[in-house]
């Protein structure tokens, strides 16, 4: 069993916390690494298909889609499995984490067999799930969202586009935020509903290549039906069921950051202890040790906001307090994790950008945790509004 003493030496965890995490990580290892470098090959859906079997198998996607009685995820647990998962392969990070964000807002408030029956399949891994809410207009303002689903009977007709869309094309099934009214401000009254990929009217229109690799696309309802019984929550609840999903997963997008700063910062080690120049190790040159002391010094305080914000998620903290620890923890370890990757491959010097080194890769891979789930600048604003309010 390998040992994390962060986990040891900190207060946040249960000895069921330190269990979970040195198991996955031994699962990571043996399992995950030996896949990692097919993340970028040919053959990918095949690839996303069998890391999430491997995932299934190990059962640890229950750490990632809530159970839909009411029992919260254990905020802990999740980030755990994304940092042990990102550590080796940020593809089966991805895989992990998206059954729960396209599941959670099913979870908080689907009726129970739509609830019931997509649960079940994410958790198993025999369906893939999606979570569909920004557009070509709509992307950090998601208030501006022009997809409409427009009441016609017992159904609701669902009409736009959607990018940037994770899993687009390979998903079983979208959680959907569409507009159902203008509210008096003029800004889009959100509702929520499950689309299967394969219903009449919608459309996987392109699978986008990003700089890393990442399953994503734009996907476009052409008058989709939806029967009304199985729209998500009330008409208008889209919007607070968006914002609670993001809510859960946020700290966690910074614990994926701190598996691959974590993942940086130990080929860095390895390297300046192995590699001579000047007649000693790099790591013997007081310029490469401060590079590593900074690193290390950042990438503790990252997992300390990100076990911090975890930690009081499943203390059941004030919303308040919660949501800037998130923004700070999400904002915090993902910028850290950008700065380290990037040391990571100045001290490989010309090995680092060799395609498909270790750093090379997390280099690229890293880039997205800023964007994604709100973007630094959005989490900036977060926390400086909730600041201010006290
Ligand atoms: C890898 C990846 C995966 C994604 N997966 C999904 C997914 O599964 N589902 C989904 O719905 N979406 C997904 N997204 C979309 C993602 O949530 C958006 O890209 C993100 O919210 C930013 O929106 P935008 O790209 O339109 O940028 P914009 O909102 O146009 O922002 C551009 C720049 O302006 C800044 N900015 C915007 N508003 C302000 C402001 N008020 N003050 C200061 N600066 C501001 C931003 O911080 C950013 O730097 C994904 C994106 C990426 C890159």
Redesign the pocket.
């Known amino acids: 069993m390998q040992r994390d003493r962060f986990i040891e030496e900190t207060p946040f965890f249960t000895d069921e916390h330190a269990r979970l995490a040195a198991g996955v990580a031994d699962f990571a290892a043996r399992e995950v690494e030996p896949l990692a470098a097919r993340d970028e090959g040919p053959g990918s859906d095949e690839h996303f298909r069998a890391l999430l079997g491997l995932l299934a198998q190990a059962d640890l996607l229950s750490y990632s889609v809530a159970r839909g009685d009411g029992a919260p995820l254990d905020a802990r647990a999740l980030c755990l499995v994304r940092e042990s998962l990102a550590y080796h392969s940020p593809l089966a990070d991805l895989v992990f984490v998206?059954q729960g964000?396209g599941t959670y807002a099913l979870s908080l408030a689907a009726p129970e067999h739509v609830r019931d029956f997509w649960l079940a399949r994410a958790r198993s891994g025999r369906s893939v799930a999606?979570?569909?809410?920004?557009e070509p207009e709509a992307?950090?303002?998601v208030s501006a969202v022009q997809t409409s689903a427009a009441r016609d009977g017992d159904s609701y007709v669902i009409r736009g586009r959607?990018c940037?869309?994770?899993?687009a094309g390979l998903a079983d099934f979208y959680t959907v935020f569409a507009r159902t009214g203008t509210r008096a401000d003029g800004r889009a009254e959100l509702s929520a509903f499950v689309v299967g990929a394969r219903m009449p009217g919608f459309r996987v229109t392109e699978r986008t290549e990003?700089v890393a690799a990442?399953p994503?696309g734009e996907v476009e309802f052409d008058g989709v039906r939806v029967p009304a019984e199985d729209r998500v929550g009330e008409e208008g609840d889209g919007f607070r069921l968006a914002m609670q999903t993001m809510d859960t997963f946020r700290a966690s997008v910074g614990a994926a950051a701190c598996g691959m700063a974590r993942r940086a910062l130990d080929e860095s080690v390895r390297h300046a202890r192995t590699r001579r120049q000047f007649g000693v190790t790099l790591a013997m040159h007081q310029l490469i040790q401060e590079k590593l002391a900074v690193m290390q010094t950042e990438l503790d305080a990252a997992r300390l906001l990100v076990y911090r914000a975890a930690h009081l998620k499943d203390a059941g903290a004030p919303p308040t307090l919660l949501t800037r620890a998130a923004s700070e923890a999400k904002f915090y370890a993902t910028e850290a994790a950008q700065r380290i990757a990037d040391e990571a491959v100045q001290i490989h010097g010309g090995s680092g950008l060799v395609r498909g080194a270790v750093v090379e890769r997390l280099y690229r891979d890293v880039r997205?945790l800023r964007?994604?789930?709100?973007?630094?600048?959005?989490q900036k604003?977060i926390i400086a509004r909730e600041l201010l309010k006290e």
């Open positions: 998206m964000l999606a979570f569909a809410l920004t992307g950090s303002d959607k940037f869309i994770s899993n990003l990442h994503i997205a964007i994604y789930e709100g973007t630094s600048e959005i604003l």
